[in-house]
């Protein structure tokens, strides 16, 4: 069984800065896809910022130059760091993972439980 747990959210002004982390457990082989999605208030679960295994990173056009994910495969875990905080930022923060597990050596997809990010006016 694999976990994925976030840390991090909350409260802050516009123009602030919030660190999300996510650390996976578990019987875990590998990860390759790392991702972080949210989910605004009443609209669909987007893509913010995503990183593989080789080392490449991408991230939303609404998000470039202010967010930067990065990840630890020593440790398992995958941040991103948000600078310059919008109140569209606004959301629920959802960490996600194609982790190799099992003694199939199998990859599965697995979300996190979402943390909130509330960015004030």
């Known amino acids: 069984q694999v976990q994925l747990v976030e840390s991090g959210g909350g409260l802050v002004q516009a123009g602030g800065s919030l660190r999300l982390s996510c650390a996976a457990s578990?019987?875990?082989?590998?990860?390759?896809?790392m991702g972080w999605y949210r989910q605004p208030p009443g609209k669909q679960r987007e893509l913010v910022a995503s990183?593989?295994?080789?080392?490449?990173?991408n991230a939303a056009d609404s998000v470039k130059g202010r967010f930067t994910i990065s990840r630890d495969d020593s440790k398992n875990t995958v941040d991103l760091q948000m600078n310059s905080l919008k109140p569209e930022d606004t959301a629920v923060y959802y960490c996600?993972?194609?982790?190799?597990?099992?003694?199939?050596?199998?990859?599965?997809?697995?979300w996190g439980q979402g943390t909130q990010v509330l960015v004030s006016s």
């Open positions: 996600y993972a194609d982790v190799v597990t099992g003694a199939a050596r199998r990859q599965y997809g697995y």
């Open positions: 990183t593989t295994s080789g080392g490449s990173t």
């Open positions: 578990g019987s875990i082989f590998s990860i390759n896809f």
